[in-house]
Structures are given as C-alpha cells and as structure tokens.
C-alpha cells in the first residue's frame, strides 16, 4: 500500500515539476522562433508562457506513463501499484487532456494572440536568401534594396512590394527572422512528432467522446508496456523494453496521422466492412484495432509471467 501511495504522489510530482520545467524552457524557445533583428522583445512573455504552459501539459500526458514505469522497476511493489499506474494513465487522458485543451481555447480566444502576431521584420539589415540580398528602408517592409549578388547581378529599388518580406518569412520558417534561422544554423523539419499526435488528439476531442476512443485505446496500449516492467531479473533490460516498445507504440500512433500515410488512409479496407461500421462513432478503428491487440498481447504475456513467479516463489 505503501509503495503505490508514494507511485501516486510520484505522478503529480512529476507532473508539476515536469510542467514548470518544460514550461520554462519551452517559452526559450519560442522567444527564439520570435526574435527580429534588431527588436527587442520580453523572455517570458505572457503569449510564450500560456502556449508553453498547455503544450507541455498536453505532452506530458503522453509520456508520464513511462516515468512511472521507471519508478515502479526502481522501486517494486504488489499490484496495488498497477491499480494505482492505470489510474494515473486514466486521469492523464480523460481528465488533464481535456481540461488543459479547454483552458487552451480560452486563452487564445481571450488573448488573440495568434491572430495579432505582427510579421513586420525590420530595416536596416542585410537579408540574404537565393543569391539575393535584401535591404529593408522602412517599418512596413514595402521600400526596399534588392541586390543581385551574382556576378552579373544588378541592385534595384522596390517599393510598394511586399514580395521580398513573404519569401524571406518563408524561407525563415519556423522562425520569424532568416537572420535568426542562420545565426541558429539547425535544421528543421516540417514532421513534429508529438505536433501530429496532439493535433490528431485535439481534433478528435472536439469531435466527441466516442471519437476519443482512439486515444484510450492508445493509453491501453502504454498502460500494457507495464507488463514489461518485471519481465527479467535485471532493471536495465526491464528499463530497455519498456521504454522501446513506449516510443514505438507512441511512434507508430503518431506515424499513422502524418502526411506521409495519406495514401495508406484512404485504402477501401478502412472504409468499408467492420471498419466502416465502426467509423461512424471514430476516426481510425483499424488504429484502435491494433492498439487493442498489442495490449491484449502484452497483458496475457504480463499475466502469465506473474503467476510463473508467483508459483515458483519470486
């Protein structure tokens, strides 16, 4: 009884302190994806720690299963533990998911921030992009300086045009500046992992409950890994499969949404038969599917280990 009260009190921690944070840290490194040239703007700004805030709450929902995984392999108990790991993993996605996308709806829809965001970049620096150099001469970014860096290249002067601020937001994406991008010098990819999955999530709550059935049957599926957690007697092999087969499963759920399985979506088995049937109340019943079939596997594989140690004596 002991070891599972401390499990539960180890969740909210976690949750807490992983929220304070990854709030921190994440409201950095929206600062950064916002900076101009040249501008100065607040660290903690209220638009960076609300959109950091729910992010990281959203995130956390799907990840704290397997920091109780890692707390339960450290510190073993009796079941009450897996009572107390399937009741967190429930509070997680029927309760703190739902409630911090509520507060999130309010708070765009009370701050506008999205639709204020002001896209202006700055003049009086040299932007580069496609052998092209760009000289701003105003605040509105419609008097400008193009120069050819080509050899044969020529300058010439624009006004009224914005075409040279579209392309130059473009090319900076996500960031807000090119000269930020390059002083950064990352690469970025238009594939988030956790960004499809929370979208995919969102989505699927505002359509109704039933439609949220595709999300508990992925939180059964996290909730099975648990099984693992004992599987032999030494804890990094415990730690090892648990956390391989928690990305995998979150992987392959997020992987499904992605643009690249478009195609794959759009097959006639999906859409007809029992899968037609069933996705009149949800959004994926082929994902639901075998997200079922794993946590089946992985409960009978989790049963019949406890009860083999159990009669030889472990």
């Known amino acids: ?59 956390l929902v799907f990840i704290s299963g397997f920091l109780l995984l890692g707390y339960k392999i ?30 999130e709806k309010k708070f765009i829809a009370e701050d506008n ?3 204020q965001e002001d896209n202006t970049l700055s003049p009086g620096f040299f932007r580069e992009y496609n052998n092209q150099v760009y000289f701003f001469l ?15 290249g020529t300058s010439f002067f624009l006004e009224n045009s914005y075409t040279a601020r579209d392309i130059l937001t473009e ?35 505002e359509k109704g409950v039933s439609y949220w059935i595709t999300f ?15 599987f032999t007697a030494w804890r990094v092999a415990n730690y090892s499969l648990c956390g391989i ?16 399985m478009n195609n794959f979506r759009a097959r006639n088995f999906l859409h007809s038969g029992v899968f037609g049937f069933f996705e009149r109340w949800t959004s994926a019943p082929f994902l639901i599917m075998c997200n079922l079939i794993f946590a089946l596997v992985l409960t009978l594989l989790g049963t019949i280990t406890y009860f083999i140690r159990r009669k030889r004596g472990h």
Request: overall charge neutral.
């Open 245 to 260: 087969f928690y990305l995998a499963v979150l992987f392959l759920n997020s992987f499904y949404w992605s643009p690249v």
């Open 138 to 152: 105003n605040d509105e970014n419609n008097r400008l300086i193009q120069i050819d860096t080509r050899d044969d």
């Open 74 to 103: 450290r510190k073993p108990g009796n079941p009450l533990q897996l009572l107390v790991y399937v009741i967190c993993q429930l509070i997680s996605v029927c309760i703190i998911f739902p409630l911090s996308c509520h507060f």
């Open 1 to 59: 009884m002991k070891k599972a009260l401390k499990l539960f009190l180890a969740y909210f921690s976690w949750l807490v302190l992983g929220t304070l944070i990854g709030t921190f840290f994440y409201s950095l490194y929206l600062h950064s994806l916002g900076l101009v040239a040249g501008v100065d703007s607040p660290v903690f700004s209220r638009e960076y720690l609300g959109s950091s805030f729910f992010l990281v709450s959203q995130v």
């Open 216 to 230: 508990i049957s992925l939180t059964l599926a996290l909730t099975s890994i648990y099984a693992l957690s004992g």
């Open 171 to 205: 090319e900076a994406a996500p960031y807000k500046d090119v000269l930020i991008k390059n002083s950064f010098n990352v690469n970025t990819s238009a594939y988030s992992f956790f960004g499809t999955l929370l979208d995919a999530a969102k989505q699927d709550w």
């Open 113 to 115: 921030y999205y639709e």
